[in-house]
């Protein structure tokens, strides 16, 4: 009895590392599956099937650059061009150094004959500080500057301990300690237009704005497929957006999608 009861448990055991084990493996090779099939769907034009192969591993938690970049060129196949724009420009928070990435969503651009946020609103010291870093996505500015905190912090402590050095560590140090305040400025500013200062994409043909937020009031202006705004707050199945050139009104928000 003991042994058919040993038997028992030793199966009973397999059975649950094997299910575990079956279980884990499916969820690894899974996305894999969701992506060549989305890719397949792709190659043979069937672009909705294959948005929603890299829509579903999104959901499953593995957001990337690149998924984004094909689902935007999927939308833009099928004229969709304020989801296509909307796509890219979500890549390019990811992959800002994507050179294909780049021309697709000028193209983009170009069809739907719009520009981007940050070309109607051009601010000359914004633009110097942002420069060096235009190819980073947030997270590389991020660790740039902590790497160029230990550089100063490593010359700080070398002033500390042997001031004979001092002269000849003064125009490195110079070099360092700026570069990391110029690093320091272009993470604040990259965190506040990606984290604070909400960007949303016109997706549908033509969004009216209006004064208030209710649908008799008066449109103030319009705005067009693949637009951007600065989204500043959200009531009642409205969004209060703001132009480039500050201009702010009220649009329903199912006519823009949030970056």
């Given amino acids: 009895m003991r042994k058919l009861a040993y038997i028992l448990t030793c199966l009973a055991l397999f059975f649950l590392f094997f299910s575990r084990s079956s279980r884990a493996e499916e969820k690894r090779t899974e996305p894999n599956q969701l992506f060549y099939a989305a890719n397949y769907r792709y190659e043979n034009r069937d672009y909705e099937k294959a948005i929603e192969g890299y829509v579903a591993i999104i959901d499953r938690g593995l957001e990337s650059g690149n998924l984004y970049y094909n689902i935007g060129n999927a939308f833009l196949k099928l004229k969709k061009l304020g989801y296509a724009i909307l796509c890219y420009e979500k890549a390019r928070r990811l992959i800002p150094q994507d050179g ?7 193209y ?4 739907a004959g719009v520009t981007s946020f940050e070309e109607g609103r051009r601010n000359f010291v914004l633009d110097a500080v942002k420069a060096p870093f235009r190819d980073f996505n947030l997270n590389a500015i991020a660790v740039s ?8 912090a490593l010359i700080l ?13 003064a125009f490195p140090s110079f070099i360092v300690i700026a570069l990391f305040l110029l690093n320091l400025a272009a993470l ?3 965190y506040y237009d990606e984290e604070i200062s909400k960007h949303a994409v016109v997706i549908q043909k033509e969004a009216e ?10 449109t103030y202006y319009k705005l067009q497929e693949g637009d951007e705004a600065a989204v500043l707050k959200t009531r009642n199945g409205w969004r209060q957006v703001e132009r480039p050139d500050g201009k702010r009104a009220w649009v329903k928000k199912e006519a823009v999608e949030p970056i």
């Fill in 188 to 190: 604040y500013v990259r």
């Fill in 157 to 169: 402590s070398v002033f500390l301990l042997k001031p004979y050095l001092a002269k000849k560590l």
């Fill in 145 to 152: 500057g902590a790497i160029l905190y230990l550089f100063a």
């Fill in 100 to 106: 294909d990435l780049k021309s697709n969503l000028a």
């Fill in 108 to 111: 983009a651009r170009s069809l």
């Fill in 209 to 218: 704005c209006k004064y208030e937020p209710i649908d008799t009031s008066t």
